[in-house]
């Protein structure tokens, strides 16, 4: 071969050498397009094939180790794809388009194919639960379109007894072919929801109870009958219940925000411990409404910390109830104090009254003696009746303590209130000093009062005559006033009375007054403010004991240095009909205790008993009935009167006996003698007859009762009614 060929040429794709016509697969790395020639150009042609033949072998081998490298890559890719796909924890499949299933890993196979006898995993569609089954479709569909798809909790049924709840994640993977177009497969991602959704499931029923609990915890703020704040660590309230709200009189929006102590300015200094402990019992304090009102409550502080701040809750108690409530108690433990009181002296009253009224009684029987016997001595006529005067006076106040001791009902009368004025006036007046002036003022007409006219006029006196005593040698005045009105209804709840009309009996004197403490003790038996002597502490007393038996109150106003105002209610109900009192004669008539010659002799046969132990009473009422013509025995010992009795029973018509002797009871000295003589008539005496005391002698058999110290002719009177009402 002589012939020279010339040189190739870059641009001559013919004139290109063999490497250079075969195209780098894509991936490699590129090769040079001219290659150097080994040996000259002007040397031997066919040198010069032989340095491009060994070209070309050389280019060859080193596209052989980019093939070898390539190779290599693909197959270390292929394996940790694989790994990746074995290991990875979710359920994996490869799909081909026609939903046969290419590969699956073992994550799959355990989920789809748990045991040996469940259906094979060949297809996927037919796992998917027929509600399902278009939703996932068409995340086939889209993601061939779009590479990828993802639909939420589809639903698989493994087994009849087996389902399982996933998210569906999908994507499309394009497989060149050698021959015709690429292939689809898809790679499905199966993420299991159902430990998630149990999850969520617990936190959504976890939301739902913590919704309920402050629900609840907002409705017991709100309907708590403690009013609760809580304060951040600025102490500015951030909640503000309606309890608090109705008791500082402020709405929550004007509270919020605002310092704890606008309300509770000593609490808020106690705050201080909320480092050192959780709960705190602050006891009782001053809080402040809206308006500046000072209100009594009880207050406690709780301490909570959080990440975010701490919280303290105050919770305030009202205690505007209790306060009231502990007044009322304290005032019913003052009554219940006073009616242990009144009872002891109702005890000690009817010991001395027993005494008292045998003595009284003996004073008025024989005055009723020396005035049948001074019927042609006027002086002498005189004195006994002022004697008889004073000693009724003193019968009637024993009866008036006896009533007030024992809470008994007084006997009324219709009475005209100035007449009593008047005769309180005239008995005050005997010992009213001169620098004192009494003055007596009706200030409206008046009905005509149902009351105990002796009552009324002793409580107008011991007001009048503790008036006096307290001013002393002070020139003063003193007045008593009477009015009809209508009390205002919290005057009449202060004092415990019904909303009616009333007669206001007013003493008001200008003496020195009284201070608080005084005033919770002058209704104080034996309590007093005189010196030893001056005062038994019995007088206003002996007001109070009136007042409440009458069904009325008294009310005081007194303040030091300014007097003193006693005022008494006397009620009037509308119903009650008061009729005028009769006119009568004030003086005392002289008795007639001489009777006809025709009486004298009747009584003449009849034989009276009288069983009494004290001997001057016993003494008395002999010398009464033998002017009377009656044949009278006098015992005090009652076991003697009944051994007389039994010794000869037909002499006797008449049995008087005093209920309440030594060792020894009227009732048994009624039972004892009915059961000597039946039918015999028997009178009981007493000091004090109670309902109880005339039940008990009714039943025990005694046909009549006699209160001592009794008028000369009412014990005649019934003692002649009983001796001529015998069979």
């Known amino acids: 071969m002589s012939d020279s060929h010339p040189p190739a040429s870059a641009d001559d794709p013919d004139s290109l050498p063999l490497l250079a016509l075969l195209e780098p697969a894509a991936g490699l790395p590129s090769w040079p397009g001219t290659i150097r020639p080994l040996v000259p150009e002007d040397q031997d042609p066919l040198q010069a094939l032989v340095a491009e033949l060994r070209n070309y072998q050389r280019e060859l081998e080193i596209q052989n180790e980019v093939l070898n490298y390539s190779q290599a890559v693909a197959e270390s890719a292929s394996e940790r794809f694989e790994a990746l796909f074995a290991s990875i924890p979710l359920p994996l499949l490869v799909i081909d388009e026609h939903d046969m299933v290419v590969q699956v890993n073992a994550m799959a196979h355990a989920a789809f194919q748990p045991s040996e006898n469940d259906r094979l995993l060949i297809s996927f569609l037919p796992f998917v639960h027929a509600q399902d089954a278009q939703r996932v479709q068409q995340v086939f ?82 309907s ?41 300015p000593d609490a808020s200094r106690a705050l201080s411990f909320a480092p050192l402990t959780t709960q705190a019992i602050l006891g009782e304090m001053t809080g402040l409404t809206s308006n500046g009102r000072e209100i009594p409550v009880e207050v406690s502080v709780s301490f909570e910390r959080h990440h975010s701040g701490d919280t303290t809750t105050v919770f305030a108690r009202d205690l505007t109830s209790r306060k009231k409530a502990e007044a009322q108690r304290n005032a019913l433990e003052s009554q219940l ?45 005189e004195s006994l009746r002022e004697i008889e005067k004073a000693g009724r006076r003193a019968r009637d106040l024993v ?89 205002e209804r919290q005057v009449c709840e202060r004092l415990g009375l019904t909303w009616c009309n009333y007669i206001l009996l007013t003493v008001q004197d200008n003496g020195p007054g009284m201070d608080e403490a005084t005033q919770q003790r002058i209704f104080e038996p034996f309590f007093t403010t005189k010196a030893v002597g001056q005062g038994t502490g019995l007088g206003l007393a002996v007001v109070h004991g009136v007042m409440r038996t009458h069904g009325g109150a008294v009310d005081v106003f007194s303040a030091p240095g300014l007097g003193s105002r006693f005022n008494l209610f006397f009620p009037l109900p509308e119903s009650e009909v008061l009729l005028e009192p009769q006119a009568h004669n004030t003086a005392a008539a002289a008795p007639h205790l001489a009777p006809a010659a025709h009486e004298a002799h009747a009584n003449a046969a009849c034989h009276v008993m009288y069983v009494d132990d004290d001997q001057a009473l016993v003494f008395l009422v ?12 006098g015992f005090t010992d009652p076991h003697e009167a009944v051994q007389a009795l039994r010794d000869q029973p037909q002499d006797f018509d008449l049995v008087v006996t005093d209920y309440n002797m030594p060792g020894y009871s009227g009732l048994d000295l009624v039972v004892e003698a009915l059961e000597i003589r039946p039918g015999l008539p028997i009178a009981l005496a007493s000091g004090y007859v109670t309902a109880e005391i005339e039940h008990a002698a009714l039943a025990a058999g005694a046909k009549a ?14 003692v002649h009614r009983l001796l001529h009402e015998r069979d």
């Not at 072919?177 to 959704?197: D, E, I, K, W, Y």
Request: hydrophobic share 45%.
């Open 399 to 487: 009866r008036q303590i006896l009533t007030f001791a024992r809470n008994d009902k007084p006997e009324r009368r219709p009475l005209q209130v100035h007449e009593v004025m008047q005769d309180a006036a005239r008995l005050l007046r005997v010992s009213l000093p001169p620098a004192i002036e009494l003055q007596i003022e009706q200030l409206s007409p008046l009905p005509l009062l149902m009351a105990d006219p002796t009552q009324v006029e002793q409580a107008l006196f011991n007001l009048c005559s503790n008036a006096m005593q307290a001013m002393g040698e002070a020139r003063g005045c003193i007045q008593m006033q009477a009015q009809l009105l209508r009390p």
């Open 622 to 633: 002999q010398r009464l009935l033998r002017r009377r013509g009656y044949v009278v025995s």
């Open 224 to 264: 708590a009958l403690d009013a609760i704040m809580c304060v951040d660590q600025s102490q500015c309230i951030t909640v503000f219940n309606p309890t608090a709200a109705a008791l500082f009189l402020c709405s929550p929006s004007d509270a919020l925000g605002s310092p704890l102590n606008r309300f509770l």
């Open 141 to 222: 569909a889209q993601a061939a379109e779009q590479g990828r798809a993802l639909a939420h909790e589809v639903l698989f049924d493994i087994t009849d007894q087996i389902q399982l709840c996933c998210d569906l994640h999908v994507a499309c993977l394009n497989i060149p072919q050698q021959n015709g177009t690429p292939s689809r497969q898809f790679l499905c991602a199966v993420v299991n929801q159902g430990p998630l959704l149990a999850e969520r499931r617990a936190l959504q029923e976890r939301n739902q109870q913590l919704h309920a609990s402050e629900r609840r915890l907002e409705s017991v703020i709100n």
């Open 705 to 718: 009762l006699i209160y001592k110290p009794n008028d000369v002719e009412e014990l005649c009177a019934t």
């Open 337 to 381: 104090r006073e009616s242990h009181k009144m009872q002891a002296l109702g005890t000690m009253a009817g010991g001395i009254a027993h005494d008292f009224n045998n003595i009284v009684g003996a004073i008025l029987g024989n005055v009723e003696l020396a005035k049948a016997d001074s019927l042609d001595n006027p002086a002498a006529l």
